[in-house]
C-alpha cells in the first residue's frame, strides 16, 4: 500500500533559523520540553553513539534510570549531556536521519546551543569560558607580552599552569597555543608579495581572513596560504576585523555573535563589491561566515553576500585548479595523512584538503574522518582533558596506520592536541609539527 511515511530521510538536510530574538526561544519549560522529546528520538536510535561524549553520557544515564526512560532524567543530568557537546556539528551533518525535513526536525547541535543561550542570558557561563572568548584582547595583550604569556602557559610551568587550573579550570597538562610577538596584520607589508603574472590565476584577488589563531599565534599557515596564492597569481591582502566569533557561539553568546557578524560583514562588503573572495584558513571561521551567521542574521544582506564569497583554502585551491589551473607543482613522494577536521567537514563541500593534497604529483594523501577530541576551548579544561585524549585515540591510530611521511589537520588546534595525545600515548611516530595541509602545498612549490 502506497505511504507518504519515510523512515530517515533521503531529502537534502536543511537548516532553520535561529530565532535568538524571540523570547519563547528563551522558555524554560519549553526548552525542557524539547530537549527530553528530542533525547527520546535518540535513545531510540544511537546512531551517534561513537561521537562526542554526549551521547555515550545520555544513554548511559537513560539506561541506569530507574525506567530506563527520558522521563527519569533530571535537569542536572541533562546540563552534563549539554555540557559534553562541542557543537562540531557531526551528529547533524553525517549521521542523523531525522534532521530536517523530516517530520521528527531534530537539530541536536543547535538545541545545545539554544540550551546555552538560556544559560547565558540567566548569567550562568564561567568566568573561564567568558574570558577566553574574548579572543582579540588576549590575543593583542598575548603579543604585546609574549615572552611572559608564552612562559606562563607553558606546561612545564608547573606553578602558573597549577593557578590556572584551580582559578579557571583549565587543566595544566593541557597544550595552550604559543602567541607570536607581532600580529599577523602587522606582518602583511613584509609578508605579502605581488602576484605572479605567468600564472593562469593572474588577475583575481582575494581578502584572506585571519582568524585569531592566525593572527595572534602560529601565523605559519597564513604564510603559507599568502605564498601558495601570489604562486598562483592571486593578489592577496589580510583582514582580520575581529573574531568570527565562533568561541562566543559556543558559550550561547548569540546577541555578540550577530553583532560582530555584522560589523565584519560590512567591513567585507565593499571588498566583494570590488570583485575580491574572502578565504579563510581556518576552517571553524569559513564555518561560522559561510553557515553559522546566515542562520543568526538571516535578512543581513552583507551576511548573506559574504557567506556566497566565502571560501576554505582548500576549497578554494581545488575550485581555482579546476577553473583556470594552477602553476605545475613539483613532485613530492610522500605519503601525508590527513585529518578531516570537524568543522571542515560540517561546511559540506567534501574532502577538499584531500582534493588539493591529489594535486600534488606522487603525493599519497589517506583520509581520517575522526574527531580530535579537542572541539575549539572545550578539550583544555579539567573537566574534560582526559575525554579529549580518550576521543583522540581513535584518530591517533587512524593517522599513525600507514605510518605517514607528514601528518596535517584543517584545525590547527586539533593538529597540536593530537600530537600530545600521540605523545601522552607514547607512539614513536610522534611528528615534529601537524600542520594545515597549505603547508605541504608551499613545500611542494619550494616556497
Not at 575549539?376 to 585524549?389: E, P, R
Amino acid at each position: 500500500m502506497a505511504t507518504d511515511y519515510k523512515e530517515g530521510s533521503l531529502d537534502a538536510p536543511t537548516r532553520h533559523a535561529l530565532p535568538w530574538r524571540d523570547e519563547g526561544w528563551y522558555d524554560e519549560a519549553a526548552l525542557d520540553a524539547e530537549l527530553r522529546r528530542v533525547f527520546d528520538i535518540c535513545h531510540g536510535c544511537r546512531r551517534c553513539f561513537n561521537l562526542c561524549d554526549s551521547f555515550p553520557k545520555l544513554f548511559d544515564m537513560i539506561d541506569e534510570s530507574p525506567n530506563e526512560e527520558v522521563t527519569d532524567l533530571s535537569a542536572g543530568q541533562i546540563g552534563e549531556v549539554v555540557a559534553a557537546c562541542t557543537l562540531c556539528d557531526m551528529c547533524f551533518m553525517v549521521k542523523c536521519p531525522y534532521v530536517p525535513p523530516h517530520p521528527f526536525d531534530l537539530d541536536f547541535p543547535h538545541l545545545m546551543l539554544r540550551y546555552r543561550a538560556v544559560e547565558h542570558r540567566k548569567g550562568h557561563t564561567s568566568r573561564a569560558d567568558n574570558l577566553l572568548a574574548n579572543t582579540d584582547r588576549n590575543g593583542a595583550l598575548g603579543t604585546v607580552f609574549s615572552d611572559v604569556a608564552n612562559w606562563a602557559t607553558d606546561t612545564g610551568s608547573g606553578t602558573t599552569r597549577g593557578i590556572m587550573q584551580s582559578v579557571l579550570g583549565i587543566d595544566k597538562r593541557a597544550h595552550l597555543p604559543a602567541f607570536a610577538d607581532i600580529a599577523l596584520t602587522n606582518r602583511a607589508p613584509a609578508l605579502l608579495r605581488a602576484p605572479n603574472p605567468d600564472a593562469p590565476g593572474f588577475g583575481r584577488r582575494i581578502a584572506l581572513f585571519a582568524s585569531c589563531y592566525d593572527q595572534f599565534n602560529d601565523q605559519t599557515p597564513g604564510e603559507a596560504a599568502v605564498k601558495v596564492l601570489a604562486h598562483n597569481g592571486i593578489a592577496v591582502r589580510i583582514e582580520h576585523p575581529e573574531c568570527c566569533g565562533m568561541p562566543r557561539l559556543e558559550n550561547g553568546d548569540i546577541p555578540a555573535v550577530a553583532s560582530a557578524a555584522t560589523r565584519i560583514a560590512a567591513h567585507f562588503a565593499p571588498l566583494i563589491d570590488a570583485g575580491h573572495d574572502v578565504v579563510a584558513v581556518t576552517a571553524s571561521c569559513a564555518l561560522m561566515m559561510k553557515f553559522e551567521w546566515p542562520l543568526i542574521e538571516p535578512d543581513n544582506d552583507d551576511i548573506r553576500k559574504l557567506a556566497a564569497a566565502t571560501f576554505d583554502i582548500s576549497e578554494y585551491l581545488v575550485r581555482l585548479a579546476r577553473d583556470c589551473g594552477l602553476v605545475p607543482i613539483d613532485a613530492m613522494d610522500a605519503s601525508i595523512g590527513v585529518h578531516f577536521a570537524c568543522h571542515a567537514r560540517a561546511q559540506n563541500m567534501g574532502p577538499k584538503a584531500m582534493e588539493m593534497l591529489r594535486l600534488i604529483p606522487e603525493a599519497r594523501p589517506v583520509l581520517t574522518e575522526r574527531c580530535s577530541g579537542h572541539g575549539g576551548k572545550w578539550g583544555i579544561y579539567k573537566d574534560n582533558f582526559d575525554t579529549a585524549v580518550k576521543l583522540a585515540r581513535p584518530t591517533v591510530r587512524a593517522l599513525e596506520k600507514t605510518a605517514p611521511d607528514y601528518m596535517v589537520s584543517e584545525c590547527p588546534i586539533a593538529g597540536t592536541h593530537l600530537q600530545q595525545v600521540m605523545a601522552i600515548g607514547g607512539s614513536t611516530q610522534v611528528p615534529e609539527r601537524i600542520g594545515h595541509p597549505i603547508e605541504l602545498m608551499a613545500k611542494a612549490y619550494g616556497l
